[in-house]
């Protein structure tokens, strides 16, 4: 009898080795099972908070100090967005290329609260030279941007580009072989209303950190195949607002 048993068991693992070890090492070459060890591991209820995002010493990242000029000349600091949720953005007036479609995409979300005070949007120029407070104000009128907390700032170009790459790992830099002389990300960061930057969870379980700037709602995804990100970015906002209370949207 033993001996008829471990011919069954021999059977049953010659049929797993014939059907199943091929599939899986088709999923190893697809990777589908890291992939699906990720989603696993991950908690399922991850995409309903959002992240810290840290620094290299694991310390939650927060917004650095700042001085800078608006549209109306007036002095803004970092404390001028304290207990506001803001979208923080680096753009030029004269940017022929994604700076408008990026200036539009923050239009559509100053439009959806534009009733909350707990709402703002900070704009930093990285052609300060050019882009002086008198330009700002012209830049901000035509494309209506009227929330009281959305600040186009200018100063020291220096100060910006420090504030762009350390204070918000986003690249901003000269470049006379490109289109307009400037280059710079097309990322927006999201800061919440302690000062500390936001974001939320890919399906692994990872922070996207920013959030696609250069692709609107109404084209969904772009040439290159990039998918919009502002209807997620609009929905952490509000999940923004509502961490300390009821929010007015």
């Known amino acids: 009898m033993k001996k008829y048993s471990y011919v069954g068991v021999s059977f049953i693992i010659l049929i797993f080795g014939i059907y199943f070890v091929p599939k899986i090492v088709d999923r190893i070459k697809g990777e589908s099972i890291v992939k699906n060890d990720r989603l696993s591991a991950a908690n399922p209820k991850t995409n309903e908070r959002l992240a810290y995002l840290t620094t290299a010493d694991k310390e939650k990242r927060q917004i650095p100090e700042f001085a800078f000029r608006n549209q109306d000349s007036l002095l803004i600091t970092q404390h001028d967005f304290k207990g506001k949720v803001t979208v923080v953005d680096f753009f030029f007036v004269s940017c022929p290329t994604i700076c408008p479609k990026m200036t539009s995409n923050l239009v559509y979300l100053q439009n959806q609260f534009i009733d909350n005070y707990d709402f703002g949007i900070a704009s930093f120029t990285i052609n300060p030279k050019y882009d002086t407070s008198k330009r700002l104000k012209k830049y901000a009128e035509g494309y209506k941007a ?4 959305w600040h186009f700032m200018t100063g020291d170009r220096e100060q910006i580009y420090e504030l762009a790459e350390k204070g918000f790992n986003l690249f901003a830099g000269e470049n006379s072989n490109v289109a307009g002389g400037f280059e710079h990300s097309g990322y927006f960061a999201l800061v919440d209303k302690k000062g500390y ?33 502002i209807t997620i970015l609009e929905k952490d906002i509000l999940k923004l607002l509502k961490e300390d209370g009821v929010s007015k949207h």
Do not use: C, M, W
Not at 146 to 149: G, I, L, Q
């Open 146 to 149: 009227s929330h009281p907390n």
């Open 197 to 229: 930057l936001r974001s939320r969870y890919d399906q692994f379980g990872n922070p996207i950190v920013y959030y696609r700037g250069t692709v609107s709602i109404a084209e969904k995804v772009a040439d290159n195949g990039e998918e919009e990100q």
